[in-house]
């Protein structure tokens, strides 16, 4: 049975890191750029981080809470977004990716956040366009980037937005979702080096802001 579950373990390890969805390889590629350019450090909250998949790049000394709705690999606070149990403007960067679309008020979630930050610091934020609906336990928004720019706009200066693929992106993985077309994920990363980005027809769009004094 041990030998059984290291079997598994390592199957489920290597189809996360060959068969991602392409919008999860264009997003990793934008936020891993992001990244490079900045010193991220003190007290960062990864929202809805699950298994913390950006810990990697991030300050080994820096205070890193991940906030999750219920418990998961590397919660270590349970809480809901709309409700963030942190003391006003202690947080020196924020990380939500992939969670505002699952809540029922995104406006006040990026109140929340902004009420929680510092000055200055600096949020990225990702959320799907063209993609499919993937209830978590529920699934309610799509924001085109134009809808973004006006919800940030009273709390938050936008540094970067950028789209996840276009025209042939979307039409990609569409096809993935045809039964028996799965195989061909392997091809991603290939697929995410080709596209040209375009607003108008992006998986997904991802944002650089920082909060406004």
């Known amino acids: 049975m041990p030998q059984q579950n290291y079997i598994i373990k390592k199957l489920r390890q290597f189809k996360r890191k060959h068969f991602r969805s392409l919008s999860i390889e264009l997003e990793e590629r934008i936020l891993a750029g ?3 350019t900045r010193k991220w450090s003190g007290n960062i909250i990864d929202i809805g981080g699950g298994s913390a998949p950006y810990s990697k790049y991030l300050d080994a000394a820096a205070n890193v809470i991940n906030l999750n709705i219920e418990k998961c690999n590397e919660t270590n606070l349970i809480a809901d977004a709309h ?16 969670v505002l679309e699952h809540v029922r008020q995104p406006e006040k979630v990026l109140n929340e956040i902004a009420e929680v930050m510092k000055a200055g610091g600096e949020m990225m934020l990702v959320v799907p366009f063209m993609f499919k609906v993937h209830p978590n336990p529920e699934d309610h ?13 009273d709390n938050f200066e936008i540094i970067d937005l950028r789209a996840s693929g276009g025209r042939f992106s979307v039409i990609w993985e569409i096809l993935m979702q045809i039964r028996g077309f799965e195989i061909f994920k392997f091809l991603n990363r290939f697929i995410a080096k080709l596209d040209m980005e375009s607003k108008d027809y992006a998986l997904a769009y991802s944002i650089l802001a920082r909060r406004k004094s």
């Open 34 to 36: 992001w990244f490079q």
């Open 83 to 98: 409700s963030i149990p942190i003391k006003k403007g202690s947080i020196d960067a924020v990380i939500i990716t992939n």
């Open 141 to 153: 928004w799509r924001f085109t980037y134009q809808s973004l720019e006006l919800m940030l706009k």
